[in-house]
């Protein structure tokens, strides 16, 4: 539990100094719960449980959203294709979820985006029937989904859809190919910045008491007998050799809420002789980001596509168009984007683009990985999107599938099974706990402008920052008011200012220089240079919070580097392959050092995740 003394915002800083007090608890302390995985369902579930007031603490072997959750297509939605597909528990979950971050839990990270459902034309006279059957059955659907909402959406949070006629659509998205287009229906969801809503999950579990420690990787599990007492746990920002880096951490209960890395969990079982009654499989996503004005519109368009549907989604002066859907058996830690791809993507959105896109026209590319519950399908976009909890042992539960938008339920699900076991402990809470920078934030930005006056600051910028912290900006104000150069904008990003790094090295967990420019801000992708202009500025930044010397920067530069290089090669190779060889041909900076030994050329030795 945190000192009623210190406000939460304070109590909720991932600093330098709070990393080191939270090692020193992981190996003194004994926890009710110990969260293993950093991402949204991990970060969800450990805030779940420090709620309810159990002692508890969260390790992730990477950074806050390293994996699946940095990489979506960034929206907060009720999955209109899973009313086609009768899933209504699913669609009335999610849906009851967007409401509440929209409006209660983080509107500060949640907010509207419009949609538009494009409707196919057809040729001549015969066609109109087939028009109008279109327009009612996709009309019908949207109609539902707000019907939904409205119904269950607890506080609905999005305007009510509405259909347009052909010259409707294209005027308020003039890139549309009118030869391809009878009219639209817009309707409206959540889109959110998906690796800021984590590790504002985190900090929140960490202002209530959480113990929350990254570059911390379980590497074993601690048993007593035929039950699990806690975990191996390595540091990987150690010291090469030293006698601290690997430790235990006690727990009367483990949640493994890895992802796509469930198998993991699995051999660890398997080295005990125990089956743990899940698969999980992995789904590529990929997308791509193309600058604002390759694409003249003023909302986003869904599209169906032969094996899934396409999303193209205004980012602030970006789009982002994605996602595929295929099967992924290679490299987990880094999924690989690769020619075919890329050219897959492009094609499916060409289809309905005045002006076709090309590979000259992108910025950036990502890639994730979805995790799914294994069936019967042959396509992973068959398989269920939604979650189970498993006890394979006593005393460590695995929390598995789902969706982003359902992380709360998923967490609240798996601490609910952890309570029962714990005794005496309260119902979940978090549906009424509004995470850090939400409390007050419709007043703050109803005042913007007098708050921007105050502090001499532009007013888009000031929004930018109400869009990114909610009212924790208030502390990057403090920052920059303390050292006006830090509201210089940042070097090859001039949309992010230099204050945002030092606050993330300070405040965010953020120990290396892709923590920044991948999931802190989201320069690595949205910049044609991938976040190589911007590295020495971040770097010098960071290294002022972090005490990097001059050989640490220059390290943190060069591995960063090879990781863009590593991405570039990828995207050019014909499959999965070989571009997942290309990725891995740069290695991962967290725990290189101690992983191997000492220091070496970041271009010359392979990843070891």
Do not use: C
Not at 111 to 128: E, N, Y
Not at 224 to 232: I, K, N
């Amino acid at each position: 539990m945190r000192d009623p003394n210190v406000s939460r915002a304070l109590a909720g800083q991932l600093s330098p100094v709070r990393r080191a007090t939270d090692l020193r608890r992981l190996r003194a302390e004994r926890f009710d719960v110990l969260v293993i995985g950093g991402g949204v369902t991990g970060a969800g579930a450990a805030l779940d449980a420090a709620s309810r007031g159990l002692k508890v603490a969260l390790v992730e072997a990477r950074d806050h959203a390293a994996g699946t959750s940095s990489r979506s297509s960034k929206l907060i939605h009720g999955g209109l294709r899973y009313l086609e597909q009768l899933e209504f528990g699913l669609v009335h979950e999610a849906l009851t979820e967007r409401g509440l971050l929209a409006t209660r839990l983080a509107p500060h990270l949640v907010r509207p985006v419009p949609i538009l459902v494009p409707l196919p034309a057809g040729q001549g006279a015969r066609s109109l029937p087939a028009r109008a059957w279109r327009r009612a059955y996709y009309g019908l659907g949207v109609a539902a989904y707000d019907t939904f909402a409205g119904l269950v959406g607890g506080g609905r949070g999005m305007p009510l859809h509405r259909h347009l006629t052909r010259e409707g659509a294209r005027r308020i998205f003039p890139s549309l190919r009118t030869d391809a287009l009878a009219g639209a229906i817009r309707y409206h969801d959540g889109q959110v910045d998906d690796a800021r809503l984590v590790v504002t999950l985190a900090r929140t579990a960490a202002s209530m008491g959480a113990t929350v420690v990254t570059s911390a990787r379980a590497v074993g599990l601690v048993r007593q007998a035929r039950e699990v007492t806690g975990v191996r746990v390595r540091d990987l920002e150690a010291p090469p050799n030293s006698p601290d880096a690997e430790f235990e951490v006690r727990a009367r209960t483990v949640v493994a809420a890895t992802g796509v890395w469930s198998d993991d969990m699995s051999r660890m079982l398997n080295d005990v002789g125990l089956r743990p009654g899940i698969r999980v499989r992995a789904s590529k996503g990929v997308h791509l980001v193309v600058p604002r004005s390759a694409i003249t519109g003023e909302t986003g368009l869904i599209l169906r596509t032969p094996t899934s549907v396409l999303f193209v989604i205004p980012w602030g002066g970006h789009w982002i168009i994605g996602t595929t859907d295929t099967d992924w058996r290679l490299d987990r830690s880094h999924p690989a984007a690769s020619a075919r791809d890329i050219a897959y993507l492009l094609d499916q959105v060409n289809t309905v683009l005045e002006r076709p896109l090309t590979t000259d026209d992108i910025e950036g590319v990502y890639a994730g990985l979805r995790p799914l519950l294994a069936g019967e399908a042959d396509s992973t976009s068959k398989l269920s999107r939604t979650h189970a909890v498993f006890e394979p042992m006593l005393g460590l539960l695995l929390v598995a599938g789902g969706k982003y938008t359902t992380y709360r339920v998923m967490a609240s699900d798996v601490i609910d099974r952890a309570a029962r076991r714990l005794g005496g402990v309260r119902p979940s809470r978090t549906a009424d706990l509004p995470l850090l920078g939400a409390d007050g934030y419709a007043a703050m930005w109803r005042d913007r402008a007098d708050l921007a006056r105050r502090h001499q600051m532009p007013v888009g910028v000031l929004e930018h920052l109400l869009e990114r912290y909610g009212t924790l900006t208030l502390e990057l104000l403090a920052l920059i008011d303390a050292d006006p150069l830090l509201a210089s904008p940042l070097a090859g990003a001039p949309e992010y200012l230099a204050a945002e790094v030092t606050y993330a090295a300070r405040a965010e967990g953020a120990l290396h220089l892709e923590d920044v420019l991948t999931r802190r801000t989201r320069i690595s992708f949205e910049t044609a240079h991938r976040g190589l202009d911007s590295a020495e500025h971040t770097a010098e930044l960071m290294g002022a919070v972090l005490g990097w010397d001059a050989a640490t920067r220059d390290r943190e530069v060069a591995h960063y580097r090879a990781r863009v290089l590593a991405e570039r090669q990828s995207q050019t190779m014909p499959d999965d392959a070989t571009a997942d060889a290309a990725r891995l041909g740069a290695p991962d900076v967290r725990g290189f050092s101690a992983d191997r030994g000492g220091d070496g050329d970041p271009a010359q030795v392979n990843a070891g995740w």
